[in-house]
């Protein structure tokens, strides 16, 4: 686990809680606008260069 992800209290679970898709909720109260918005550029460039597909494909 990164410094990063620490800071941030973020665990690492292995757990599948399903295969459908999976939408994330954050508190206005503990997340800034400036988290969010990094939180929402990382996931679309992860999105961009293929990521997720990749990692869909390598468990299908």
Request: no cysteine.
């Amino acid at each position: 686990m990164s410094y990063h992800s620490e800071n941030l209290r973020l665990t690492r679970s292995s757990f599948i809680l399903n295969q459908n898709e999976v939408y994330y909720g954050f508190s206005k109260k503990t997340v800034s606008p400036e988290l969010l918005s990094r939180l929402q550029k990382a996931f679309n460039s992860a999105k961009a260069e293929g990521k997720f597909e990749a990692v869909i494909n390598r468990y299908k």
